[in-house]
């Protein structure tokens, strides 16, 4: 069997794996996002204790440089996070492992990892929204996973914000109240003086948080027309969260878009991850199996 290193590299902890797919994973290991250096050489020192690995897939935390021409490739680069602006990881773990290494964002590749054995298997276009400590989105069109200008950064869309009804400024750093400003982890826990965690099934935060995830969406659905939307992240693993979700997309739309997927179907449109919280790490590994083809 061959066998491919991952590392999904978020804002709050790493976690390297090696092997081959979600049943064959040999060894796995995490660890907290210290200084650079540290969590660095913390990885390289479990992929050296290793069996041989055939390339590397990092997903990580961003903003970062996935082209692979630019100089500052599979850099980390103006990432608020302190310590880690102007980051050389990708390169650095690619001179110290001597493998081939694939570079992406982290919700990049956990959108890879849900096509190749989870919940988008046989779609070419759809996304995956996580909504944690912040808001990212990885996205697939036509089958590839997609960069542009720099990558996707879903999460800093500007969505209406009724201030009237939601007098909360908003947490983001940078537009104050864009979609992650308002209804990531944080936001919640600001505005309600509670963690998401503790508060009730019923209280009001949710249908709130629904209606803002639920205007991004459907920003999304008419600007992509993904063909299933995959929803993880800490805040998502409230179980109401769904169905008041699904209620509020057809209730935006409003019925203009007349297919299944939208309408009747719109459990099986509108899901949780299927690899659960190993997505990032299990789509890194299949970011490795696509560099050591190519
Ligand atoms: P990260 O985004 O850092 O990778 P998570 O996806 O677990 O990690 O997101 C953490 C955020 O999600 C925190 O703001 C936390 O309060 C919130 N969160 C975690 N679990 C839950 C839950 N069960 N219900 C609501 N919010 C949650
Ligand atoms: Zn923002």
């Known amino acids: ?6 590392i999904e590299s978020g804002g709050t902890k790493w976690v390297c794996a090696v092997g081959s797919g979600p049943d064959d994973v040999v060894a796995r290991t995490s660890f907290p996002t210290t200084q650079p250096e540290e ?15 055939a390339a590397l897939g990092i997903g990580s935390f961003g903003p970062v440089d996935v082209h692979r021409d630019s100089p500052t490739w599979g850099f980390v680069t103006t990432t608020p996070k302190p310590g880690w602006t102007n980051i050389d990881v990708g390169g650095v773990m690619q001179r110290a492992l001597g493998v081939p290494v694939a570079f992406d964002t982290d919700v990049n590749a956990a959108a890879l990892g849900e096509q190749r054995w989870g919940a988008a298997q046989q779609l070419d276009t759809f996304f ?10 990885g996205v697939m069109g036509n089958g590839r996973l997609l960069h542009g200008l720099l990558h996707s950064e879903l999460g800093h869309m500007r969505i209406p914000h009724d201030r009237a009804v939601d007098p909360y400024p908003g947490a983001c750093p940078y537009h104050g109240d864009c979609l992650e400003g308002l209804a990531a982890g944080p936001a919640l826990e600001s505005r309600w003086a509670q963690r998401g965690e503790t508060l009730p099934p019923d209280h ?22 993904p063909q299933r939307i995959i929803l993880g992240g ?4 409230q179980p109401q969260l769904f169905p008041l979700l699904q209620r509020e997309v057809q209730a935006l739309l409003n019925g203009y878009l007349q297919v299944p997927a939208l309408l009747d179907a719109i459990e099986t449109y509108l899901v949780p991850p299927a690899l659960g919280d190993r997505s990032g790490m299990l789509g890194a590994i299949a970011l490795a199996q696509e560099v050591a083809r190519s």
């Open 204 to 225: 009001p935060a949710w249908t709130l948080e629904a209606h803002y995830l639920a205007l991004a969406l459907v920003n999304l659905i008419c600007i992509l027309s």
């Open 234 to 237: 800490g805040v998502m693993q």
């Open 128 to 137: 995956y929204l996580t909504i944690g400590t912040g808001i990212g989105g």
């Open 39 to 53: 969590t660095l050489g913390r990885a390289l020192a479990f992929f050296r204790q290793q069996p041989e690995i």
């Open 1 to 6: 069997m061959t066998l491919y290193g991952g």
